[in-house]
């Protein structure tokens, strides 16, 4: 049930004190602002460091040191089957097999490779639906992939814009355009949500409308892993992508997440890159000729293990497995709600609240549109230590990441914005 907020600290505190997972704030690295922990709403660009991180690459350094090549077998985690140690809580996050989901490269790498896979334009079937204003590197990887097939960006990709007047997509209009563009239509994809508005994606409708016309439903869901629980199995989505340094709180850069759809992955045939991580283990080495591709999503890894690139992920999922995805999602909820309230109580800063406000269509991250002076409150913000980030044009866009936000970070980020003057 959700409880009725008020504006009073002390109703914050309270929500901290009865919330299951407040013990985990301290299982984060805070940056400190004059000697107190800033307020870290900005989680869904770079996650902070889980404390936990440094044992774990001081784990394999040590198996490096003593073991050098021994490693790969006998190190306390063998090396060779690293990537496997986050299938299982990956396909709790994402809600799928533990065969249909692994962890190589980084997004925009494994979204090339995906579309390489399932974007198979032929005659007139070669149109690709994605939202207008999707993330930079989405739209590059989209307007290459349809150059590196001799086709023209211009008549293949259909960009679905609100309407006039709004900031956010319908779902309704998303499958009417599915519809309408029918047999034309090859592949759809969408981030599953929005960096810019942040708004959530209806992923299962959307891709059971794609199916309806035989297309293929991708998703990008960097703004989504670690954040929002899926059911990608069930939903029968294609396949998807997503970066671990942001929700999931696996360090810059670190490896990336892929799902692949079982339909799609038990059959070596789906054509794809291949590399001799994807092989099968038994017969890497047999030096024989022909790429056998694993059954599972591991069947689309090309190189060797990355294993300071994916420790620290291993880390933060450990976490992420004892909280519980639901739980967190719980908590989310109450949190963005709350700072929904208390930001709805801010009237002399002129902004508006672009993401949507029911829960089911959005994440733990609220945009604030500012029609103009968003950079100049952006700076005040920052000097009074908050972290939160700015996004052209106009959006300032706050995230209390629930793993290690707490309710009175929320109140005091209310506090110090409605102090900040207009
Ligand atoms: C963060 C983000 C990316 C980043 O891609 P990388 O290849 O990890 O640099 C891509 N797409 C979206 C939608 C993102 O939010």
Same mark, same amino acid.
């Given at each position: 049930?959700?409880?009725?907020?008020?504006?009073? +600290? &002390? !109703?914050? /505190?309270?929500?901290? @004190?009865?919330?299951?997972?407040?013990?985990?704030?301290?299982? *984060?690295?805070?940056? %400190?602002?004059?000697?107190?922990?800033?307020?870290?709403?900005?989680?869904?660009?770079?996650?902070?460091?889980?404390?936990?991180?440094?044992?774990?690459?001081?784990?394999?350094?040590?198996?490096?040191?003593?073991?050098?090549?021994?490693?790969?077998?006998?190190?306390?985690?063998?090396?060779?089957?690293?990537?496997?140690?986050?299938?299982?809580?990956?396909?709790?996050?994402?809600?799928?097999?533990?065969?249909?989901?692994?962890?190589?490269?980084?997004?925009?790498?494994?979204?090339?490779?995906?579309? +390489? &896979? !399932?974007? /198979?334009?032929?005659? @007139?079937?070669?149109?690709?639906?994605?939202?207008?204003?999707? *993330?930079?590197?989405? %739209?590059?990887?989209?307007?290459?992939?349809?150059?590196?097939?001799?086709?023209?960006?211009?008549?293949?990709?259909?960009?679905?814009?609100?309407?006039?007047?709004?900031?956010?997509?319908?779902?309704?209009?998303?499958?009417?355009?599915?519809?309408?563009?029918?047999?034309?239509?090859?592949?759809?994809?969408?981030?599953?949500?929005?960096?810019?508005?942040?708004?959530?994606?209806?992923?299962?409708?959307?891709?059971?409308?794609?199916?309806?016309?035989?297309?293929?439903?991708?998703?990008?869901?960097?703004?989504?892993?670690?954040?929002?629980?899926?059911?990608?199995?069930?939903?029968?989505?294609?396949?998807?992508?997503?970066?671990?340094?942001?929700?999931?709180?696996?360090?810059?850069?670190?490896?990336?997440?892929?799902?692949?759809?079982?339909?799609?992955?038990?059959?070596?045939?789906?054509?794809?890159?291949?590399?001799?991580?994807?092989?099968?283990?038994?017969?890497?080495?047999?030096?024989?000729?022909?790429?056998?591709?694993?059954?599972?999503?591991?069947?689309?890894?090309?190189?060797?293990?990355?294993?300071?690139?994916?420790?620290?992920?291993?880390?933060?999922?450990?976490?992420?497995?004892?909280?519980?995805?639901?739980?967190?999602?719980?908590?989310?909820?109450?949190?963005?709600?709350?700072?929904?309230?208390?930001?709805?109580?801010?009237?002399?800063?002129?902004?508006?609240?672009?993401?949507?406000?029911?829960?089911?269509?959005?994440?733990?991250?609220?945009?604030?549109?500012?029609?103009?002076?968003?950079?100049?409150?952006?700076?005040?913000?920052?000097?009074?230590?908050?972290?939160?980030?700015?996004?052209?044009?106009?959006?300032?866009?706050?995230?209390?990441?629930?793993?290690?936000?707490?309710?009175?970070?929320?109140?005091?980020?209310?506090?110090?914005?409605?102090?900040?003057?207009?």
């Amino acid at each position: 049930m959700t409880p009725s907020f008020t504006n009073e +600290l &002390s !109703f914050a /505190k309270q929500m901290d @004190k009865e919330d299951p997972l407040a013990k985990f704030k301290q299982s *984060f690295y805070f940056p %400190q602002h004059n000697g107190e922990d800033v307020i870290y709403f900005c989680g869904n660009s770079l996650g902070l460091q889980p404390k936990a991180v440094r044992d774990a690459i001081e784990v394999e350094l040590n198996s490096w040191k003593e073991l050098a090549i021994g490693g790969y077998m006998k190190g306390t985690n063998p090396w060779l089957y690293y990537q496997q140690y986050l299938n299982k809580p990956l396909s709790q996050i994402m809600g799928c097999l533990e065969e249909e989901v692994t962890v190589m490269n980084a997004l925009t790498v494994n979204l090339h490779l995906f579309l +390489l &896979s !399932f974007y /198979k334009p032929q005659g @007139k079937r070669n149109k690709i639906i994605m939202e207008a204003g999707a *993330f930079p590197s989405d %739209q590059y990887a989209i307007e290459t992939i349809v150059k590196h097939h001799g086709l023209s960006p211009d008549q293949t990709i259909i960009e679905i814009a609100p309407q006039q007047g709004d900031k956010i997509l319908h779902t309704k209009d998303i499958i009417s355009t599915i519809k309408k563009t029918g047999d034309e239509l090859s592949l759809v994809l969408l981030g599953g949500i929005n960096y810019y508005t942040g708004q959530l994606f209806d992923i299962k409708n959307i891709t059971t409308a794609t199916h309806e016309v035989g297309a293929i439903a991708g998703f990008d869901l960097a703004h989504v892993a670690g954040n929002v629980p899926m059911q990608l199995h069930e939903w029968k989505v294609d396949f998807a992508v997503w970066c671990s340094y942001k929700y999931l709180n696996g360090g810059p850069g670190a490896v990336g997440g892929a799902f692949v759809h079982q339909i799609h992955a038990n059959n070596i045939d789906t054509p794809r890159l291949g590399g001799w991580w994807g092989n099968e283990e038994s017969t890497r080495f047999k030096m024989e000729k022909g790429f056998v591709p694993k059954p599972t999503a591991a069947g689309w890894n090309l190189s060797t293990a990355q294993v300071f690139n994916t420790v620290c992920l291993k880390a933060s999922l450990e976490m992420f497995d004892t909280a519980s995805i639901q739980a967190i999602r719980t908590k989310s909820i109450l949190l963005t709600n709350y700072l929904e309230f208390l930001l709805n109580d801010i009237t002399h800063l002129n902004f508006e609240i672009i993401t949507p406000t029911n829960s089911e269509e959005r994440g733990a991250q609220l945009c604030l549109y500012f029609n103009e002076r968003g950079k100049e409150v952006h700076q005040k913000m920052h000097e009074a230590g908050i972290v939160v980030d700015y996004r052209e044009p106009g959006v300032i866009r706050v995230a209390p990441a629930p793993l290690y936000c707490s309710f009175e970070d929320v109140h005091r980020f209310y506090m110090i914005m409605k102090n900040l003057k207009a």
